[in-house]
């Protein structure tokens, strides 16, 4: 998935200890397109923060998870119904139940860290 160049972090924090920080900025210096999603912010570090998916003024590649298990399970129909084909759930963002949603619904699931794997490259 980190081929995949359109990122929509979900879950991201306007703090900096917090992992939606640390993720959408990590995302964002790799030189990935990334798209700050909270219904609870409008702004973080200077970016406009969208409310939800359906408000991205693109669809992104890959969904990125830094949320509860039960707002990544909400989170998949909303990916299938636009189209987006890939979900990264974050340690703690993730559940047995929301890896078989999205596979029902064709959607390629991963568990791991962003932050982890991005120090591999």
Known sequence: MLDKKVWAVVGVSADRSKYGFKVYDRLKRAGYTVYAVNPHLTEMDGDHVYPDLASLPETPDVV??????????????????????????????????????????????????????????
């Open 64 to 121: 990125n998870c830094v949320v509860p298990p039960s707002v990544t399970t909400g989170l998949i129909p909303q990916c299938a119904e636009q189209g987006i084909k890939y979900i990264w759930m974050q340690p703690g963002a993730d559940s047995l139940e929301a890896m078989d949603l999205a596979k029902g619904n064709k959607i390629e699931a991963l568990r791991a860290c962003v932050l982890s794997e991005l120090r591999r490259r």
